[in-house]
């Protein structure tokens, strides 16, 4: 298995502002992802991270507003872009390996914007 | 596409009955299932998977699930529950061929077990 921690584990912003999110693996996996959730709801996939290349986005998330950088197989950030209260939510960064086939979250980024 | 649907959003349990957490299913091709755990203000955990195999999965906690392919279920269950188990469980499916590196989860379901 693979344990994740993400930085910072909660934030309070102002809107127009932007926030880096890191997620850390201990060790190399093949697959990263970024979700949101909503406390006590289910999970929206934002994007796929790529290691060397661009994102794959879902429908509804562009680069512009969430960019996102994946340098090697354990690291990985999500900046969310001239926020808005509208972008308060859970962000979840999870990770695995294309065969193992299970993925592992990390603990979430609880995001308030004002 | 592929999905999988939770239509519980809440079960009650007493302590020390068997609980069972529904799931169906809906994919082209056959199906990777995952169940998962997130305790409030925690990230997801894995509980346990079907892949292949014996229909019958056990996985953490003393947690364990049943494939059911004729009625395209994944029913989690446990035979006596405890107050710790009470948290939000997900079921999720991997993707198929073009989306193969894609998970899709279900809306989730509170567990609530009573002393």
């Known amino acids: 298995s693979a344990v994740i921690s993400q930085k910072p584990s909660r934030d309070i912003c102002q809107r127009g502002t932007s926030l880096t999110i890191q997620c850390q693996v201990d060790s190399q996996v093949t697959m990263m992802f970024w979700y949101r959730q909503q406390p006590g709801q289910s999970l929206t996939l934002i994007a796929t991270?790529?290691?060397?290349?661009?994102?794959?986005?879902e429908s509804g998330f562009v680069i512009d507003k969430f960019p996102i950088s994946r340098p090697n197989l354990t690291f990985s950030t999500l900046t969310v872009s001239n926020m808005s209260p509208e972008d308060s939510s859970i962000y979840l960064c999870?990770?695995?390996?294309?065969?193992?086939?299970?993925?592992?979250f990390g603990p979430g980024t609880r995001l308030t914007v004002l | 596409a592929q999905s999988v649907a939770q239509p519980e959003d809440q079960v009650n349990v007493a302590e020390g009955n068997p609980l069972t957490v529904k799931c169906t299913y809906s994919?082209?091709?056959?199906?990777?299932l995952f169940w998962y755990v997130q305790y409030p203000n925690r990230g997801l955990q894995f509980l346990l998977k079907?892949?292949?195999?014996?229909?019958l999965v056990k996985g953490s906690y003393g947690f364990e699930a049943e494939f059911n392919k004729s009625q395209t279920s994944f029913h989690l269950k446990k035979p006596s529950a405890l107050v710790s188990d009470s948290a939000l469980y997900f079921c999720a499916v991997r993707g198929t061929v073009s989306d193969f590196n894609k998970y899709y989860f279900g809306s989730g379901t509170k567990l609530n077990v009573k002393p």
């Open positions: 991270a790529n290691q060397g290349s661009e994102a794959t986005y």
């Open positions: 079907y892949i292949t195999g014996d229909n």
């Open positions: 994919v082209s091709g056959n199906p990777y």
């Open positions: 999870s990770g695995g390996e294309s065969s193992y086939n299970e993925q592992f």
